[in-house]
């Protein structure tokens, strides 16, 4: 069978693309045409091409490459992006710097595998052939991310940056961050230092998942600094990546409990940063001074990341504390709630309503039982019916269904390898093949933003489990993600041919499976653990 030519292989794949005759040849004197708001984009195609290349792709009026933003090109949205290459000449135009930072990720595929790597190619050749192609590409989804869970192990932040180099590469444009849990805290907090002092580090973990009687005995922990963070955001701005922060609450607080224990519901008793897996019944206060730290906390989470959402976490919220506490429950009575349970949607409007008032939107996980506030971005992650009902509420919703996004679960039905989350089976199939969107829209016109992998990584400590977990599913998320649902066989095809970028670039990933299966599972049907 005759090799695809290389617009044919392209990850996701662009919406509308002709393949012309001719190649365009890069060599030593190829220089680049960039007007000042096209800088970014031409700043980060040489980032992205000398180092494997040697090619200087200097700057130049003269340039044979173009790169060009006009806002008014028709069609093209925030993110899409319109490439000629010709024998002659390459133009890639944009609307706006952020398609261009896209559409030289497309220029990057077309050329060959060895052109992605980050050191200089083995026997690096003087001239290099982009194929004459015509493309058009515009994003299906606004929001297309990955979740990162740097709190059940810490991921330092060199790590973080090579996973926006892998995001940027398949498209994808949302860093999620959870920065808080109980097992930990990783962002330093100026006006509660003890968050990080103490609530960064734990004794020991569990070993194996929740429910486990055995614990490593080694102590585990790690924070960011501020600058670290800042660093983080700009890094990924300058390859068209947003990170959004998860500052976890009213559960998933033990962390910063264990550093201030006035927080809670309990404040005579001292606890310790959690070294067990799974949910701790141990949840924030409802007190004045809580509502203090929640504004205080987001505040310096707004300086420090200027994304437009902020997730406030909000899932697995255990309601017993609330109940037993009079505090508590003389809180729901003044508020007028039916019960200490409606404690948990009250304590989430009010720093809901705190980050609105600045500009940003609360986004929360959503299930059963219990329903986020009015404004906040639903991320359903139990049932595609949570989604559904959240978009009928007037929700804007990001499609998280455990069953098809998170990569934490075994990703073969064989289940060898390392220790995954007891959970249903997501093979690289049920990621390709998602979830069904719901098609509902809200009476005030809400809507599915996008879609989101996540990593949980209670058995993820190292940067290459990161790797391993993420792909190659992440492709088909981003495939399904930037095009739409493709073809099993369109997606595998391109997916054959795309694995020698991914080793090209170093990717520890998982094998994928040499030839596909026939036995079309749909998503969501794999067998439970
Ligand atoms: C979740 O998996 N607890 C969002």
């Given at each position: 069978?005759?090799s695809?030519r290389?617009?044919?292989t392209l990850l996701?794949?662009?919406t ?5 005759s001719?190649?365009?040849?890069l060599d030593?004197a190829?220089?680049?045409r960039?007007?000042p708001?096209a800088?970014?984009?031409?700043d980060?195609?040489r ?5 494997a290349t040697g090619?200087?792709?200097a700057?130049?009026t003269?340039?044979?490459?173009t790169?060009?933003?006009?806002p008014?090109?028709?069609?093209l ?5 319109g490439?000629?290459v010709?024998?002659?000449s ?6 706006t ?9 497309t ?11 980050e050191?200089p190619a ?9 194929p004459?192609?015509?493309i058009t590409d ?8 990955l979740?990162?869970?740097?709190v ?6 060199a ?10 590469l398949?498209?994808?444009?949302v860093l999620h ?8 805290w ?15 580090h734990r004794a020991?973990?569990m070993v ?12 585990h922990?790690?924070?960011y600094?501020r600058?670290?963070?800042?660093g983080l ?6 390859r ?5 922060p ?5 559960g998933?607080?033990?962390?910063a409990l264990?550093a201030y224990?006035?927080?809670g519901n ?7 940063v ?5 949910v701790c019944d ?14 205080a906390v987001l505040a ?6 200027p ?9 697995e919220?255990?309601?017993?504390e609330w ?7 003389a809180?729901?009575a003044?508020?007028g709630l039916p ?6 949607g009250?304590?989430l409007g009010k720093a ?12 929360g996980w959503a299930?059963?039982g219990?329903?986020l506030?009015?404004?906040f ?10 989604a559904?009902?959240a978009?009928?509420?007037?929700h804007?919703?990001v499609?998280?269904?455990?069953r098809?996004t ?6 073969d ?6 220790t995954a989350?007891?959970g249903p089976?997501?093979d ?7 979830d069904p969107?719901?098609?509902?829209r ?5 809507r599915?933003l ?5 990593i949980?990584?209670?058995f993820a400590?190292?940067a ?5 977990l993420a792909?190659?599913?992440?492709c088909?998320?981003a495939?399904r993600?930037w095009t739409?649902?493709t073809?099993?066989?369109d ?6 041919a795309?694995?020698?970028r ?5 990717v ?5 499976p040499?030839?596909?299966r026939?036995?079309?599972a749909p998503a969501?049907?794999?067998p439970?653990?």
């Amino acid at each position: 069978m005759p090799s695809p030519r290389r617009e044919q292989t392209l990850l996701p794949r662009p919406t509308r693309f002709a393949p012309r005759s001719g190649h365009f040849t890069l060599d030593a004197a190829t220089t680049v045409r960039a007007a000042p708001e096209a800088e970014g984009a031409a700043d980060l195609l040489r980032t992205l091409l000398t180092p494997a290349t040697g090619l200087p792709l200097a700057p130049s009026t003269a340039g044979a490459v173009t790169l060009a933003v006009d806002p008014g090109l028709l069609g093209l949205g925030q993110e899409g992006y319109g490439l000629t290459v010709s024998p002659h000449s390459v133009l890639l135009r944009a609307a706006t710097p952020t398609g261009l930072l896209r559409g030289v990720q497309t220029l990057r595929q077309l050329l060959p595998p060895e052109a992605l790597a980050e050191r200089p190619a083995a026997a690096r050749p003087e001239r290099w052939e982009l194929p004459c192609t015509e493309i058009t590409d515009v994003p299906r989804h606004d929001w297309r991310g990955l979740m990162i869970d740097v709190v059940r192990h810490f991921h330092d932040a060199a790590t973080l940056r090579r996973q926006i180099d892998l995001l940027a590469l398949h498209k994808l444009n949302v860093l999620h961050l959870h920065l808080t849990d109980d097992q930990g805290w990783r962002m330093p907090v100026a006006a509660y230092p003890r968050l990080t002092t103490v609530g960064a580090h734990r004794a020991e973990s569990m070993v194996g998942p929740d429910g486990s009687t055995r614990f490593d005995g080694r102590p585990h922990g790690g924070a960011y600094t501020r600058a670290e963070l800042t660093g983080l955001v700009e890094y990924a701005a300058r390859r068209g990546v947003s990170v959004v922060p998860e500052i976890g609450m009213p559960g998933h607080v033990r962390a910063a409990l264990a550093a201030y224990p006035h927080l809670g519901n309990r404040p005579d008793r001292t606890l310790d940063v959690w070294t067990r897996w799974g949910v701790c019944d141990t949840v924030l206060g409802v007190h004045d001074e809580v509502l203090d730290f929640c504004r205080a906390v987001l505040a310096e989470v707004m300086e420090v990341f200027p994304a437009p959402y902020v997730h406030l976490g909000g899932d697995e919220c255990p309601t017993t504390e609330w109940e037993r506490s009079p505090v508590a429950r003389a809180r729901a009575a003044a508020e007028g709630l039916p019960a200490p349970a409606a404690l948990h949607g009250w304590l989430l409007g009010k720093a809901g309503a705190y980050l609105a008032d600045h500009g940003r939107r609360p986004v929360g996980w959503a299930e059963n039982g219990s329903r986020l506030p009015p404004g906040f971005t639903v991320m359903s992650w139990r049932e595609p019916a949570h989604a559904a009902e959240a978009l009928r509420r007037g929700h804007d919703v990001v499609l998280t269904h455990h069953r098809t996004t998170y990569l934490d679960y075994a990703q073969d039905h064989d289940r060898c390898g390392p220790t995954a989350q007891p959970g249903p089976v997501v093979d690289l199939r049920a990621v390709h093949g998602g979830d069904p969107e719901p098609h509902t829209r809200g009476a005030d016109g809400a809507r599915v933003l996008g879609t989101q992998a996540q990593i949980w990584t209670e058995f993820a400590p190292t940067a290459a489990d990161l790797d391993r977990l993420a792909y190659p599913r992440l492709c088909a998320l981003a495939d399904r993600a930037w095009t739409g649902p493709t073809t099993w066989p369109d997606f595998s095809g391109r997916l054959t041919a795309h694995t020698p970028r991914l080793d090209a670039l170093g990717v520890r990933r998982h094998p994928t499976p040499s030839a596909p299966r026939t036995d079309a599972a749909p998503a969501g049907t794999a067998p439970s653990a």
